[in-house]
């Protein structure tokens, strides 16, 4: 019998400190979880006390829990690479980070053959959220590996929504993600078209907050080029942001399926630079 995952009895691995890792290691250290982490970058190491940093991934094979909020696909494949011929039976894997569902599902299925359990588990609500514990986590996989790890995702989650099996939480945060820039994308183009007939943005922002146009986006205008200005101090490539990296996700996910998406197709294309010019502008604040 597995043993029971509590912060009593559990170390925590965590990989990847970016703009939503670092916060959420916060949220676990807060909530008395003994945690040891790696980043390919140690300098983000530097601001957490009372921490194991580590050199590399297979130094936390001791870890009964191991949470990857790396950049991509890529990232989370080579990692788990390394760590899974080393981790005890009965341990479990958490991907935080937007991948594919191909990619879950094939990860979950070589963790079952290892004695191993793995969650697709990507996260939303930004950088504040994850450091006050109270992010959305969509989590794909076995319910009994949820269930077990459940006081894990508690600590950094205000809701834990199961999506089905190994996949769903990456298809739903992927939807989550094309259904946000999408809007992004329209309340760009529409305060582009009002500034051209000299009307400031802040002026259209509040019409529409009682107005059918309100939506997430234009209750947090500004949070995007907060967002970006975060990827610039760290050194974040463009093309790893999510509003780039997330966006062709979608699009090969699609693929994979023969479906046609021809507004994340479209958004794919352009999205970037759009966010990246107005972040850079500073028109949002």
């Known amino acids: ?19 939503l890792g670092k916060p959420m290691v916060r949220a676990l250290q807060r909530d008395g979880w003994s945690i040891a982490v790696h980043d390919r970058d140690p300098a983000r190491a530097s601001e957490l006390e009372g921490i194991r940093v580590v050199d590399g991934p297979a130094q936390l094979a001791d870890c009964g829990v191991i949470a990857l909020a790396v950049p991509d696909d890529d990232a989370v494949s080579e990692i788990l690479g390394e760590l899974v011929p080393l981790l005890a039976a ?19 299925q070589q963790a079952e053959r290892a004695g191993l359990g793995l969650l697709d588990v990507p996260v939303s609500g930004g950088a504040e959220r994850a450091l006050t514990g109270s992010l959305t986590v969509m989590a794909g996989g076995r319910a009994d590996v949820l269930e077990r790890v459940r006081p894990v995702l508690d600590s950094v989650a205000g809701e834990v ?13 992927l939807a989550n993600q094309l259904m ?3 809007a992004l994308a329209g309340v760009q183009e529409a305060l582009e078209l009002a500034g051209a007939y000299d009307v400031p943005e802040r002026m259209v922002l509040d019409a529409v907050s009682t107005s059918t146009g309100e939506s997430w986006i234009t209750r947090n205008w500004g949070f995007f ?7 610039d101090s760290a050194g974040t490539p463009v093309r790893d942001r999510p509003w780039s990296k997330d966006l062709w996700d979608i699009v090969a996910a699609a693929r994979d399926r023969a479906l046609p998406l021809p507004v994340a197709g479209l958004l794919a294309q352009h999205l970037a630079g759009k966010v990246e010019d107005h972040a850079h502008k500073g028109a949002g604040s």
Do not use: C, W
């Open 180 to 182: 946000m820039f999408a």
């Open 161 to 173: 929504i199961h999506a089905g099996p190994a996949g769903a939480g990456a298809a739903v945060k």
């Open 1 to 19: 019998m597995a043993q029971e995952i509590t912060s009593e009895t559990t170390r925590l691995g965590f990989v990847g400190l970016g703009n």
């Open 225 to 231: 080029d907060d967002v970006a200005a975060a990827y």
């Open 90 to 108: 009965g341990s479990v894997v958490l991907i935080h980070s937007t991948i594919l569902p191909g990619t879950a599902k094939r990860l979950a």
